[in-house]
């Protein structure tokens, strides 16, 4: 199973012997690829829908994984309940969805080693619920498909909480522009891209709003403009 840059990425952070629960497995191309490649020792593949599910369920059997892949029809963490996990995975879905699915089972999420988190939309807003919850971002990762960049989060649950992040740290990761990631200037030329075009919409907007707007922007562009000059 060849993996595409996005899960790839996601799959570098589980660790060797790892018990995984991948929520919102979908085709289940994760979970056969870490028993395949002999990373995980056993994996949850879990899913809110039936159709999903089947397509893993059908992978599972094609690669003979059923003694090392459980397919669980769950809505976010609700099918863990009694299982030992190490890592859980949640890729591929917006960043406030992701945020809901570990508020609603805290309890399961506060005891695995690490969670590792792939937002598609909302990265900032899963960033500020993670640090507003007792979660710690301990590392970060991009991954590029063609002209799209995804970003990977390793977090875990510590209880310690109020941390505060740089606006644009909250969208793409302070240890991401700490370590000068190869990728972070096809990410920050995206990002700059998007807000000079807000900045130009707000700037006929006299609501509330529209002035919030205007200010975030202009204190993106100019986060973007700082690390430009450290690349
Ligand atoms: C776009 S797919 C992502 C598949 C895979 N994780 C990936 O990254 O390629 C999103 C999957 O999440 C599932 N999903 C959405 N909300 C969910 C929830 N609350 N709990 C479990 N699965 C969910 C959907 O049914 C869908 O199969």
């Known amino acids: 199973m060849k993996l595409t840059n996005r899960l790839q990425a996601v799959a570098d952070y589980i660790k060797k012997g790892s018990t995984v629960a991948d929520i919102g497995t979908d085709h289940g191309y994760l979970p ?12 949850y593949a879990c899913d809110i829908n039936k159709g999903p599910l089947d397509a893993a369920i059908s992978q599972i059997k094609t690669n003979k994984m059923s003694d090392f892949i459980t397919p669980i029809l769950s809505n976010g ?36 080693d690490s969670l590792i988190l792939q937002p598609m939309t909302g990265q900032a807003e899963l960033r500020v619920f993670l640090l507003e919850n007792g ?49 972070l200037i096809n990410l920050i030329s ?5 807000w000079r075009k807000i900045l130009i919409e707000c700037s ?6 529209g002035i919030k707007k205007i200010e975030e922007a202009k204190e993106m562009i100019s986060e973007i403009e700082e690390v430009r000059k450290c690349l």
């Open 32 to 43: 056969v690829y870490l028993i395949e490649n002999k990373i995980a020792k056993h994996v």
């Open 77 to 112: 963490l609700d099918g863990l309940k009694e299982k030992h996990v190490d890592q859980i995975v949640i890729a591929g879905m917006g960043g406030v969805l992701i945020g809901e699915i570990l508020k609603n089972n805290l309890s399961i999420v506060k005891e695995v």
């Open 135 to 183: 979660f710690e971002i301990l590392e970060e990762n991009l991954a590029k498909e063609k002209k799209r960049m995804y970003q990977v989060i390793l977090a875990k649950y510590t209880g310690l909480k109020g941390a505060k992040l740089k606006t644009l740290e909250y969208h793409i990761g302070k240890s991401i522009i700490d370590k000068k990631h190869p990728l």
């Open 190 to 194: 995206n990002l700059e891209r998007k």
């Open 204 to 209: 006929v907007c006299d609501s509330e709003e």
